[in-house]
């Protein structure tokens, strides 16, 4: 008989609906070394499973599919949070920089290649890249030594040349003219930064910075600012003191793993790997590590999520006791096991209540993992989850064992027996049953 996909669909989710609708997940699909692997367990269970009667009824066919599936979701939960390997657990890294006031990390190239040590880089910032500066004299802020007029200045950068024009008005006081000549240089996109400077003798001085960083030696500089050929009024420039160049620009120097570099800006790359801006030199002796850590947050958050999806199995499996009270047996068992793991895990804020579930203490587990990273508590858990996990896995193959059943007759552990995979997978005949 002919049953289409359609109607096994229904079929499976009516036994199924005590959970939810069985959906798709990436982790069902399997290669054939794992179906192998997975007929090889089924055949050596079944060897020596003893002959049993039971009864067939709606309950318990509903009990078994719901307790094996809630095994299989509590595996493919744990491969969402790294791998059914529970030593490829906590394997997410993030790259990091022990000084980031220093040398701020602004992105990484880390791939899936990169989950073992790669190493820490040592960087050492011995200058930053500077740009070319021409710092004007402090006059006092409330005078002025200028005429009213027209005026005019110009500032030639590599690219080209531009005159600017402003007026000085009656009254105008040096501070006054500062800022407005600021304001002008900065609205023309010059590729210039104009700022007026304060000091506390109540003077102001013209600070213009060239936004291009890096040593120009011997190339006349960035910029050159004159007024002798302007169009209008002159003298504003030696006035306010910003012909001269006071400061000269400058690459960054700096070293990784004693080696040293130079870059004309200060966004530099380390190992092929880091993207890093150079803030401010390091301190003598004091250089800043550039590297990969797990993942805390990743590490924390996988923690919280396992513990959740265990409790979710536990609960499922104790809400059949009353039906199947031989279900009993696999939460006590689970419970009593489970604590030789938990009592090593105080540190991570887990423990164990009555029902055999699972407490997390959120802010005691971010401490520990934040601290030192905790690897012996971390080792612990994958241990736990490892168990869980094989636990969850005799489930899937045989979820048989929990129910009542009478047993007919043991098998004779001295004679070989002929495999009888069936017997260990008689919940997949219960879908059928209405359709026989």
Known sequence: MAINS?????????????????????????NKKDLKAIYKSIINISKDEPVFLMDRSKELENYTISMKESAHKFRNDVASFGSTDASLLFSGK????????????TRSKLSADDTEDIGTYSLEIKQLATGQENM???????????RPGNYSFDIATKATAYELQFVISQGDTNYDIQRRMAKLINNFNLGLSA????????????????????SHAGEGGTFNISDEETSQNSGIVD???????????????YSVNGEEFSSPINEITVGDRFNVTLKKPSAPDAPVAIGI?????????????????????????????????RTNLFVSDMKMSSMFYIAKLDKLGISQNEDGTLSVDEEKLSEAV???????????????????????????????????????????????????????????????????
């Open 6 to 30: 359609a109607v096994l669909d229904n079929v499976y989710n009516y036994y199924h609906s005590d959970i939810a609708p069985k959906t798709s997940s990436r982790f069902d699909s399997h």
């Open 94 to 105: 993030m790259a990091f920089s022990s000084d980031p006031d220093t040398a701020e990390l």
């Open 136 to 146: 004007g004299k402090y006059l006092d802020k409330t005078e002025s030594g200028l």
């Open 195 to 214: 700022e007026v400077m304060e000091n506390d003798r109540g003077e102001s001085a013209l600070s213009i910075r060239s936004n291009t960083l890096g």
């Open 239 to 253: 006035y306010f003191g910003i012909r001269n160049t006071t400061a000269e620009g400058h690459d960054a120097i």
């Open 293 to 325: 850590k797990p993942d805390y947050e990743s590490v924390r958050d996988s923690i919280m999520s396992i513990t959740d999806s265990y409790n979710e199995f536990i609960n499922k499996a104790a809400g059949y006791i009353d039906v199947q009270p």
């Open 370 to 436: 934040k601290e030192d990273g905790a690897p012996d508590e971390l080792e612990t858990f994958k241990d736990f989850t490892r168990f869980a996990l094989r636990k969850a896995e005799d489930l899937q193959l045989n979820p048989m064992d929990y129910v009542d059943k009478r047993i007919v007759a043991y098998k004779n552990p001295q004679t070989e027996h002929f495999a009888t995979p069936y017997i260990t997978s008689a919940y997949s005949g219960m879908l059928f049953n209405s359709y026989m």
